[in-house]
């Protein structure tokens, strides 16, 4: 299928709009692979796009900030270089007003991810007033540990006796796009209830993912599964923040305990 998108192709880019440029990838593909059947947990996909323009109905271009908000359980998600191509073909077309074009977003990407998709779009005065944030918790990057397995190894993970609730994150984490082998980075947060994860085997295990091909949703959701399997918490989330690329970050999340994730766009982002 992967062999269909417009990954790793030369590209023609089309600046009038343009809605068969959205490629719909299956999340069976990935999660059929780590046996996810039945889903233990909720959760969705945050994008944010910084690059979306159009022109309004005197040809004056326009510009703002967009939020989508992709659930988990849509069949679908959408591949990230044909989502942007889609963006950029609003960059001559003449939209009446900002409702219309949020209609047309949540319209488009709900049809091509098979369930509801719901847009917010920000003026530019707007988003200058979101604050930058961080994560809160213990980070792990400062262990001393050592390291050399780049591939991913679940087997690092473990938990003493001790019960706790935690959250906790780390910085190190980096994979590749399934298709060019593009470095995806981004910002990890866990947050738990249940036997305390050893540190150091947790962050080999996040260091583990360095050589790793996968979306990042199938990332985080391999996290997830990974967690659950070896360390059995009562509860979880695990949140990715990845730094954008092409003017598109993605933020998965997923949760068997929480539903309604911030927003909050880190300094590295």
């Not at 417009?6 to 709009?17: A, D, H």
């Not at 323009?53 to 900030?65: E, M, Y």
């Not at 470095?183 to 947060?189: E, Q």
């Not at 003017?247 to 305990?257: A, C, E, Q, V, W």
Request: hydrophobic fraction near 35%; include cysteine; charge should be negative.
């Amino acid at each position: 299928m992967l062999d269909q998108s417009p990954l790793g192709k030369q590209t023609t880019y089309i600046t009038t709009y343009s809605p068969e440029l959205l490629f719909p990838i299956p999340r069976t593909m990935a999660r059929n692979k780590i046996g996810l059947t039945s889903l233990p947990f909720t959760g969705l996909d945050i994008w944010n796009s910084y690059e979306l323009s159009w022109l309004d109905q005197k040809g004056k271009p326009q510009i703002a900030f967009a939020e989508f908000h992709f659930p988990y359980d849509n069949p679908n998600i959408v591949e990230s270089k044909s989502f942007k191509l889609y963006l950029n073909s609003f960059n001559q077309t003449k939209i009446g007003s900002l409702a219309e074009l949020n209609e047309i977003l949540e319209r488009d990407l709900s049809q091509v991810s098979l369930g509801p998709v719901t847009v917010e779009l920000y003026s530019s005065a707007d988003f200058k007033k979101q604050p930058m944030r961080e994560f809160s918790g213990t980070c792990l990057d400062f262990l001393d540990i050592e390291t050399n397995a780049y591939h991913v190894s679940p087997e690092f993970l473990s938990t003493s006796s001790d019960y706790v609730e935690e959250s906790i994150y780390s910085e190190l984490l980096k994979s590749n796009c399934l298709a060019t082998g593009q470095p995806d980075w981004g910002t990890i947060y866990i947050r738990y209830a249940g036997h305390k994860i050893a540190h150091e085997g947790l962050l080999k295990y996040i260091i583990s993912y360095r050589k790793h091909s996968g979306f990042h949703e199938d990332c985080v959701e391999k996290i997830f599964y990974d967690i659950s399997t070896y360390c059995k918490p009562e509860k979880l989330t695990v949140y990715a923040r990845y730094v954008r690329r092409g003017g598109l970050d993605i933020n998965p999340f997923r949760s068997n305990f929480e539903t309604d994730p911030v927003n909050l766009r880190l300094n590295r982002q």
